[in-house]
């Protein structure tokens, strides 16, 4: 995506964003092995959020419509409990065509609230993710794992049973505490990391993972970068194979 060249307007032409190249790994996919994506929007400070919680919207409309194109690509959309409850998600593809996808909620004590918006407004189906004995709100299919002595459910084994239902295309959308959980377990493919021109110089941090000791322990992801035209810029990062961290 990056072509070096002498000419700066064609080097600039070459960063601008396109669609085909941003979903290369999906249109490429076949199955039946899960392909799973994880999408990030942050500040140039790597901030999701100020530090009352504000967050809509740090990145633009341009950016808005890559996450919704991404959306109606994959099978399955996958939050945490807590972005559901704190965002009232509908996770659907209104700012671009295509299917919705299947929504999934991991919600490992089963307190996802009755009353999201996603659960009544028709537009896809809605699985919650719990622990064995665990209940969940009417009209949603229900798929329980077993937790870890932590007591969160391995992403491993939410990929792989939701795979084993014909979602192997899988967008882990949020929220940050749930891609660090993906990101550490090596269940993700390919982030999508879209940061955008702004600095908000305190507030919640996007990418909080497991703490490491030496450099050659941090994730070298092969990155490809693209523009939008208000300024957000997308890193797709190809993420090494767990073996290989």
Do not use: W
Not at 169 to 190: M, N, Q, Y
Not at 193 to 217: E, F, R, Y
């Amino acid at each position: 995506m990056l072509v070096q060249t002498d000419d700066p307007a064609t080097e600039a032409r070459a960063l601008e964003y396109e669609a085909g190249a941003a979903f290369r790994s999906l249109a490429r996919h076949a199955g039946p092995e899960p392909l799973v994506i994880a999408q990030l929007g942050q500040s140039l400070d790597g901030r999701i959020a100020t530090p009352t919680g504000a967050s809509k919207y740090i990145n633009g409309t341009e950016a808005l419509g890559h996450l919704h194109g991404l959306r109606a690509r994959v099978d399955a959309v996958v939050v945490g409990v807590g972005t559901a409850t704190a965002d009232d998600p509908r996770l659907t593809t209104r700012h671009c065509p295509g299917p919705c996808p299947a929504r999934v909620v991991i919600d490992p004590t089963g307190r996802l609230p009755r009353d999201l918006t996603m659960l009544s407004d028709g537009e896809g189906r809605v699985t919650v993710v719990t622990a064995p004995g665990r209940s969940v709100p009417p009209g949603c299919a229900h798929l329980t794992l077993e937790p870890d002595a932590r007591g969160s459910i391995p992403p491993t084994r939410i990929v792989a049973a939701l795979a084993a239902r014909g979602l192997s295309r899988i967008l882990v959308e949020g929220g940050a505490e749930t891609l660090a959980r993906f990101l550490d377990a090596g269940a993700v493919d390919e982030l999508h990391l879209m940061v955008a021109p702004i600095v908000l110089g305190s507030g919640k941090t996007g990418l909080n993972l497991a703490p490491i000791q030496t450099l050659d322990q941090a994730m070298r992801p092969r990155v490809r970068t693209m523009r939008f035209g208000d300024g957000d810029m997308l890193c797709v990062c190809a993420m090494p194979a767990p073996a290989a961290r």
